[in-house]
């Protein structure tokens, strides 16, 4: 019951902002402690939080800018203690639809990560408040842990 969350934000026009901002707040009402990251920096994360990969993909299938640091930090390295979720936004329109969020679902397993839950793909189009779907998608997964 005492996890933290750290939630890691890519985002360029701000809805995966409000995603994260929206499952911080629900993590929070279930007892969790939740910390947003909004230029993602390994340093900044507490070690013994579980991480939150919130991002958004861009130009031809590419990470938001103020995550790409964050993900080039994460090369080589070892993340075998680290548990993490995945959301990512996206426009199916596009080819490289979510590419970002699966290109930090990747890197992270390449480090041993564990993924504790299938992740979430957000398709805009669709879901036209993607912070709802998000919750939704969320609460029964909060329901099986711990
Ligand atoms: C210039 C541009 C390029 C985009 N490229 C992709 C893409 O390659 N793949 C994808 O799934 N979505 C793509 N999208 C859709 C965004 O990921 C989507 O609009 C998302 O909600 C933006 O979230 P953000 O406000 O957090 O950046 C693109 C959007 C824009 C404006």
Redesign the pocket.
Known sequence: MDRHFTLL???????????ADAIAETLRARGYKATILTQPDIADIDEDSTWFIC????????L?DNIKPFAAQLEGEDLSDIEFFVV?????????????AIAMETLLTKGGAKLMAEPL????LHHPI?EDRAVEWLEPILDTLD
Request: glycine letters at 18%; hydrophobic letters at 25%; one cysteine or more.
């Open positions: 934000v890519g985002s360029v026009l701000g809805a995966s902002e409000y995603v991002t958004s993909t861009h130009g031809a299938g590419e938001p990512g936004l996206g426009d199916s329109s596009y080819d490289t639809y979510c590419y970002g793909h957000i398709d805009v993607p």
